[in-house]
């Protein structure tokens, strides 16, 4: 049976874009060297038509140059229009790689959000708030404690602060007050002048061989001497 109707040939799969691509390019690349050297042949052209005289020869030469130049238009169409082809391509390759990228994409967001789902599953958000609720308490708790603790035993609850801003202001006063950096409060009290001392005059001083003495009113005593004479 193969040998009456043939093995049935496998089916080739359609060129992709980048090689349809490369096949246009090569053939756009064939068609600037044409033009390359039709270029020079009419540069040649150009030189022999300004070197002849007028005439048949040259003639001669300006069909020719008219041929090539034909020729040069024809081909810089086929090129054009390669160029016109190749731009398609790459706006079509430009869109379906927009779209592999979208495609990908879709693909990650999808296993992302599968992911998430999941794990929302095992949160609650109920939870949560209880959880929340708990700490406050806690928090609350380990305050009260704290502050219990840290009270003082000898300091009352309730204090004067009018009291303690008074008794700072004189502890300023006697701070304001302190003389050789004795405190006043470690000074010696300073005595009353005595009224009867006070007004009394002095006491002679000379070079007496032993001190006067004084009697009970204070009064300097006279010397048995004196009252003998």
Do not use: C, W
Not at 146 to 160: A, K, W
Not at 170 to 194: F, H, N, R, T, V
Not at 219 to 229: D, F
């Amino acid at each position: 049976m193969k040998r009456v109707f043939g093995v049935k040939k496998d089916k080739e799969p359609p060129p992709s874009i980048q090689d349809a691509s490369d096949r246009i390019n090569k053939r756009g690349d064939n068609v600037e060297e044409k033009l390359k050297k039709l270029d020079a042949e009419l540069s040649r052209y150009k030189e022999q038509i300004k070197k002849t005289r007028p005439g048949p020869a040259q003639e001669a030469i300006k069909a020719r140059a008219m041929r090539v130049l034909k020729q040069k238009r024809m081909y810089e169409g086929q090129r054009d229009m390669l160029y016109s082809q190749t731009f398609n391509l790459d706006q079509v390759a430009f869109a379906s790689e927009g779209l592999k990228d979208a495609q990908q994409t879709m693909s990650a967001l999808k296993s992302a959000n599968k992911v998430l789902k999941g794990m929302m599953k095992t949160v609650n958000i109920q939870d949560i708030d209880n959880l929340q609720d708990e700490m406050m308490d806690m928090m609350d708790v380990s305050n009260e404690i704290q502050e219990t603790l840290g009270r003082s035993y000898n300091v009352p609850d309730y204090i004067d602060e009018e009291e303690l801003m008074g008794e700072l202001d004189a502890l300023e006063a006697d701070m304001g007050s302190e003389a050789d950096g004795i405190p006043s409060y470690l000074q010696p009290d300073k005595e009353e002048p005595d009224v009867d001392t006070e007004f009394l005059p002095a006491a002679p001083t000379g070079n007496t061989t032993a001190a006067q003495g004084e009697d009970e009113h204070g009064l300097p005593t006279v010397p048995r001497a004196s009252l003998r004479s």
